[in-house]
């Protein structure tokens, strides 16, 4: 009765275990793809924000040199005009690092592997981010 009532024979679950097996394979292969196409992402952003935060970083210490010059020409001649445009710069040095580090910030926010980890976690709408 067992072969009656389901309508199959032995063979038809070896077929059927075959195909769930290409499938499995089939499924692995798609969630390995997005992970490596999702790491490359991680990995061009990290350098990314690698590159831009040692430029930053250069601007800042140019900014600080620069205020430190001016500082030390204004103590000695107070109507230095060079020593204002070192102010100047030293200024404009700075404002430039901190909207970097503000622009590196705002791209961090989302998680590495972010893609892999909201389709493994069957999450449909929303960000998986540094939050929560």
């Not at 590159?51 to 140019?62: D, G, H, M, R, W």
């Not at 010059?69 to 102010?87: K, Q």
């Amino acid at each position: 009765m067992g072969q009656e009532a389901t309508g199959r024979t032995g063979g038809h679950a070896v077929e059927d275990l075959g195909q769930l097996w290409r499938r499995a394979c089939s499924l692995a292969a798609d969630f390995s793809l997005l992970v490596a196409l999702d790491f490359r992402r991680s990995a061009r952003r990290a350098v990314e924000a690698l590159c831009v935060a040692v430029v930053a970083a250069v601007l800042f210490a140019v900014a600080w040199i620069a205020v430190m010059a001016a500082l030390i020409g204004l103590s000695a001649e107070p109507r230095a005009a060079w020593a204002h445009g070192m102010l100047g710069a030293g200024a404009i040095n700075l404002s430039l690092a901190v909207a970097m580090a503000w622009w590196v910030r705002s791209r961090l926010r989302r998680l590495p592997l972010a893609t892999s980890i909201r389709q493994l976690q069957g999450i449909s709408k929303g960000e998986v981010t540094a939050d929560g």
